[in-house]
C-alpha cells in the first residue's frame, strides 16, 4: 500500500522560510515524477513543483527563485524548500506522484496547512 506523508507545514510572516518533506513508501518510485501542490481557500489546485528522477524540475512562475525541490530517489523523499515566503503562498500543500507516462497523479499526501502572514 502506497503511503506519503508530509511535514513541515506551519504558521510563519512574510519574509520567512519553510521546507516541507514527504516521504513516501510501499514501492519504488524510480519512473515517477514527484511533485508539490498546493489549494488555496477558494482556489483551484495548483502544480507548485515537481521534479523527476533523473533531476529535471519544474517551478510555477509564482514560486522561481523562492522554492527549491530536491529529491533523494534511494529513500523515495521529497522536499521543498521555500524562502521569501508570502501571504499568497498561504495553502494547504500536497505532496503527489505520477508515473512519468500519465498526466494525472496516481498518489496523494494528506495535506500540510502553510499559512503566511503578513
Known amino acids: 500500500q502506497v503511503q506519503l506523508v508530509e511535514s513541515g507545514g506551519g504558521l510563519v510572516q512574510a519574509g520567512d522560510s519553510l521546507r516541507l518533506s514527504c516521504a513516501a513508501s510501499g514501492r519504488a518510485f524510480s519512473n515517477y515524477v514527484m511533485a508539490w501542490l498546493r489549494q488555496a481557500p477558494g482556489k483551484e489546485r495548483e502544480l507548485v513543483s515537481s521534479v523527476t528522477s533523473g533531476g529535471n524540475t519544474y517551478y510555477a512562475d509564482s514560486v522561481k527563485g523562492r522554492f527549491t525541490i530536491s529529491r533523494d530517489v534511494a529513500k523515495n523523499t521529497v522536499s521543498l524548500q521555500m524562502n521569501s515566503l508570502k501571504p499568497e503562498d498561504t495553502a494547504v500543500y500536497y505532496c503527489?506522484?505520477?508515473?512519468?507516462?500519465?498526466?494525472?497523479?496516481?498518489?496523494w499526501g494528506q495535506g500540510t496547512q502553510v499559512t503566511v502572514s503578513s
Open positions: 503527489a506522484i505520477r508515473s512519468i507516462f500519465q498526466v494525472g497523479y496516481n498518489y
